[in-house]
């Protein structure tokens, strides 16, 4: 058993914010973690840090968090938090990864993916940001969520601003990221790989990422992509029961 007091961070997905984890945390049991949410750069009160790249995250991260702690990061947040846990391995504990994606190996779809984020982008600086939000949640990673999940989803993304988040989709795009398959076999600190059940592409990432990572723990989990917003109960009993 852990420390009753583990440091926990967690990092949120493209478009959320800290506000994201509200529901985990009203699970979590008060004595295992003393939790912290950030924001990312880009996003919600960082909204005006920049310049964005992984590598200011990492710093972000790094500067915002104890000494040594347990990193959770989902979707974005999960490939944020294998830049730290690759970065700093000295100062992560565990990591937990939600619904991540190491990246795109192949260059032409890599590049493919940067021309596409580079259009939404555009999009966030250009029309409504209502009109993207509602376009974001429609497409068919979202597509199964229930109802009030997405109700959920919309209301953090309303705290952001859009300008910023396109600085951020410029910086973050999995386009943008160098992949980073071939590193996993460095990560020695215990990874749990969380997932859910609905989530095909990223089931198929998570038990491909567990055959290359020496410590790895994987979870699935009822729901969709949306797990922090969809079943935080469930994520609250990963993070507890994570070895």
């Known amino acids: 058993m852990t420390d009753s007091t583990d440091p926990l961070v967690l990092l949120h997905g493209f478009g959320g914010t800290h506000r994201a ?62 830049h730290v846990g690759l970065e700093a391995p000295e100062r992560v504990a565990r990591l937990v990864l ?6 795109i190996e192949d260059p032409a779809e890599r590049a493919a993916r940067l021309r596409a984020d580079e259009l939404l982008a555009q999009r ?12 974001w949640r429609t497409q068919p990673l ?5 109802p009030e999940v997405g109700e959920l989803a919309r209301a953090d993304q309303r705290r952001n601003d859009p300008v910023a ?17 071939d590193r996993l ?21 998570a038990w491909r990422m567990a055959a290359l990572i020496a410590d790895a723990q994987l979870e699935i989990l009822p729901g969709g992509h949306g797990l922090p917003l969809e079943n935080p109960a469930g994520v609250a009993r990963v993070l507890v029961g994570a070895r």
């Open 21 to 82: 984890w509200d529901g985990v945390l009203a699970t979590l049991p008060a004595e295992r973690y003393r939790p912290l949410a950030l924001d990312l750069p880009g996003h919600g009160v960082c909204a005006d840090v920049s310049p964005i790249s992984f590598a200011d995250c990492v710093e972000h991260v790094l500067a915002h968090s104890p000494r040594r702690f347990v990193l959770c990061g989902y979707s974005l947040g999960g490939r944020v938090a294998l």
């Open 165 to 181: 988040l396109a600085a951020g989709m410029r910086g973050l795009s999995v386009g943008a990221m160098e992949p980073l398959w």
């Open 185 to 205: 076999g460095e990560l020695e600190m215990p990874v749990c790989l969380v997932v859910g059940e609905r989530d095909g592409k990223f089931l198929a990432l």
């Open 98 to 103: 939600i619904g991540a994606n190491p990246g």
């Open 124 to 135: 966030l600086e250009q029309e409504p940001f209502e009109e993207f939000i509602e376009s």
């Open 142 to 146: 979202f597509a199964s969520d229930p």
